[in-house]
């Protein structure tokens, strides 16, 4: 036996086929195989199991709806809290009321916080608390507004004087803007009786078109800036405007709080120009007719605000109301300008400045040429020389209440008055206030005239050089300079 093969001794083991003797064979046998060593081709690989595909797959599906549901959720409490809670300053008032019930605070920073009061049947919720911080407002409880307005004017803020003595410019710029006046924040104010709280303070300004008149933005900046850095008082600001302005308002309030400008603490609430030009435009539309003649600058309602103002305008809460112009520098702190309410005599109901030009000498000529000695013209101190309305002084309260001053709000009875003086005029408000000052000199507390210093000279060349002086004079300190008919207001000291 061969060692390791268990095969006997005598056993011989045939000889080993090769390939070539394995093909012949097969051959005669009719087969025909192919060596797979090395003409076979290659197999494809056996499928793997799809058990594990089909569970990323359902993960995925899962992972994506869960996704989907929580941006749902997201939006929906996103809306929520844009809507009945706080939002940062690039929401603020994204949808557009008559008068918001936001009222906006700013706060020393980067960001400004706008404090939502939700109004259920006439009460106002509860009190928000935030960081006292000059040039903040803490929101106080508001009363929610139910106002009405004014016609837009296409034409706000701008001083064209024009160069025909028969149409005179007059204080161009500051009309439009005494009625949209832009009014600064309005203080969560407590609706008392008295006119207390920790903002009885209010203001009204207008500011419109100031994407068409960029100048117009500088002008009211430069304005507050000079009303913040002086006001020792907290005021409460009411805006008039359209929307280009509203934003260009909330830019400059912003760097004014961020530049740390104002010394004390203010608010301000933004009125929609168009919404208050429907709603004054029925209770003006005669007034404009009768005063203004039609003439095409101050044809809008918009232009007699401060006259129908006390009636469903302004908040039952805002007794004391000074509406400006933004053409304005303060010289003075603004409280010291509230004091004049102060000195009101008991028939006063509003105070106002003399017009520091002889335009209604030149307004009022047929009548003086008439009426030969008449005082009606004349420059002061004696003179009923008419009215700037760029600085007004409003008691609200005295306002509603004074029926005589009600009855010249219709057409017949100022008709009369325009008839009677044979005026037709073109500035709007301080139009009708000057014809009413005629007859009832005893409704208007004369401001001093460093209360608004009007440095427009337009009338001096106009054939008005011999008496010009005796207007425009205003000797002493000065509290306001009013950069009137786009006249350039030099920085003083």
Known sequence: MRRGTGEPASYSRPPAQTDRDVSENNQRKGMHFVNNSRTRPKTRPRPKSNDKNLLVNVLRWKLLRCLILLIVVFCILYGIFVYTGPTTGKDIHGHDRYLPNEAISFVHGDHMDVIHIEHRGGQVGNQAKLPQAPGFVPPQNQEQFVGKGLPQSNNLGQNQPKHDIQQPPGDVANQGQNLLQQPPNVPLVLPDSTGTG????????????????????????????SILDKSSVNLHFFFVVDKPSKEAIMNIMQDITNKRIAISKFQFNFLDVDELAKELAPMVLMLQEHVSGGHPYYG??????????????????????????????????IKRLFDHFDLFKSNNIMGIAHEQQPVYRHMFSLYRSQNRGTLVGDPPPNGLTGFNSGVLLLDLDRMRR????????????????????HFKGHLGDQDFFTLLSLDHPDFF??????????????????????????????????DIYHGNCNTPIPKMP
């Open 445 to 478: 507390h004369v401001l001093p005239c460093s209360w608004n210093r009007q440095l427009c000279v337009w009338w001096r060349d106009k054939g008005y050089a011999d008496v010009f002086d005796q207007y425009f004079s205003c000797p002493g300190k000065i």
């Open 402 to 421: 004074n029926t005589l001053y009600h009855s010249y709000l219709d057409g017949p009875t100022t008709k009369k008055l325009t008839e009677k003086y």
């Open 198 to 225: 920790e903002f009885p303070y209010h203001v009204i300004q207008s500011l419109t078109n100031t994407d068409k008149r960029p100048h117009l933005k500088t002008r009211f900046e430069e304005c507050m800036i």
């Open 300 to 333: 809008d309602a918009i232009f007699f605000l401060s006259i129908a103002i006390h009636q469903h305008v302004m908040p039952e809460y805002v007794h004391r109301l000074i509406m400006l112009d933004t053409d304005l520098i303060f010289k003075s702190d």
